[in-house]
T-cell receptor
Framework: NAGVMQNPRHLVRRRGQEARLRCSPMKGHSHVYWYRQLPEEGLKFMVYLQKENIIDESGMPKERFSAEFPKEGPSILRIQQVVRGDSAAYFC??????????????FGSGTQLSVL | GNSVTQMEGPVTLSEEAFLTINCTYTATGYPSLFWYVQYPGEGLQLLLKATKADDKGSNKGFEATYRKETTSFHLEKGSVQVSDSAVYFCALSRIQGAQKLVFGQGTRLTINP
């Protein structure tokens, strides 16, 4: 039973490049959540997706950031024209159904993005 | 808005010491409260939770009690082990049906033999 798989573990980009972060949820999970952890801060919610749908993107920056969860394949968090302030750890979590207080989120190990 | 404040780390203890990691929160209404743990190289794992006032969550020797009067959810363990070395995150959730957790900044715990 593979857990939530994120890749790459570490990603280095120069300013202005694009970053693509991948998340494969646990088998049977159709709900994916992305969180970002800036240095010395807690994880902050970015976006919640179901297969082919964005349910809640209230935590996503308005520009340069996008997320998708296609019918086939992993969820992708895409950051265009990266800036140094995008350097952070990006965590993905999944759940088998909409996660209320009785539902557990399963987290991946995160992708550490470093922008030079 | 909703927020979580954790005891600043890092925290270093000797094996078998008593552990307390403080967590306080600000939220409207009645949030659910969680402690997550991240072991080196791994993702966050749910350690324990409490969904209403005076509930006590417990797991692996860790405990935390939901105190509404002090808006706190402090994590405690009576006798820590080297294997408890990890980063601990306190979190709250206010939204039913779409869990948007609000996390504290994390506390790094190191246990020396």
């Amino acid at each position: 039973n593979a857990g939530v798989m994120q890749n790459p573990r570490h990603l280095v980009r120069r300013r202005g490049q694009e970053a693509r972060l991948r998340c494969s949820p646990m088998k049977g999970h159709s709900h994916v959540y992305w969180y970002r952890q800036l240095p010395e801060e807690g994880l902050k919610f970015m976006v919640y997706l179901q297969k082919e749908n964005i349910i809640d993107e209230s935590g996503m920056p308005k520009e340069r950031f996008s997320a998708e969860f296609p019918k086939e394949g992993p969820s992708i968090l895409r950051i265009q024209q990266v800036v140094r302030g995008d350097s952070a750890a990006y965590f993905c979590a999944s759940s088998p159904r909409s996660a209320g207080t009785n539902e557990k989120l399963f987290f991946g190990s995160g992708t550490q993005l470093s922008v030079l | 808005g909703n927020s979580v404040t954790q005891m600043e780390g890092p925290v270093t203890l000797s094996e078998e010491a008593f552990l307390t990691i403080n967590c306080t929160y600000t939220a409207t209404g009645y949030p659910s409260l969680f402690w997550y743990v991240q072991y080196p190289g791994e993702g966050l794992q749910l350690l324990l939770k409490a969904t209403k006032a005076d509930d006590k969550g417990s797991n692996k020797g860790f405990e935390a009690t939901y105190r509404k009067e002090t808006t706190s959810f402090h994590l405690e363990k009576g006798s820590v082990q080297v294997s408890d070395s990890a980063v601990y995150f306190c979190a709250l959730s206010r939204i039913q049906g779409a869990q948007k957790l609000v996390f504290g900044q994390g506390t790094r715990l190191t246990i020396n033999p």
